[in-house]
């Protein structure tokens, strides 16, 4: 088992950032790969960010591309996610994710059913 807790949502204005984190406990850290998912209020939720055990490549949605960057640090069981230019489409409640899958093709990281556990969600509200 492994258990994850997401940390440093918020509320901000257009084009501000923020950084969430993702603390793993249970298992071996590296070990797992690691995806960043969010939901909208009344909307499925969707792919946001992949990162390989090693730290690379990483993946990202084309909606968050240039503005959001995913990264590790497996000496402190965490992943975080920069999000930077956020804008009020951004408004969601964001979930980070592990599996100890390896896929060849990073695509195949980008459906929830890839990941095995979950964490609670952090709110992020984007207001223009």
């Known amino acids: 088992q492994v258990q994850l807790v997401e940390s440093g949502g918020g509320s901000v204005q257009a084009g501000g950032s923020l950084r969430l984190s993702c603390a793993a406990s249970g298992r071996t850290f590296s070990n797992y790969a690691m995806g960043w998912f969010r939901q909208a209020q009344g909307k499925e939720r969707e792919f946001v960010a992949h990162?390989?055990?090693?730290?690379?490549?990483?993946y990202y949605a084309d909606s968050v591309k240039g503005r959001f960057t995913i990264s590790r640090d497996n000496a402190k069981n965490t992943v975080y996610l920069q999000m930077n230019s956020l804008q009020p489409e951004d408004t969601a409640v964001y979930y980070c994710a592990a599996t100890q899958n390896a896929y060849s093709r990073s695509s195949s990281y980008t459906t929830q059913r890839s990941y095995d556990y979950w964490g609670q969600g952090t709110q992020v509200t984007v207001s223009s």
């Open positions: 990162i390989r055990r090693s730290g690379s490549p990483t």
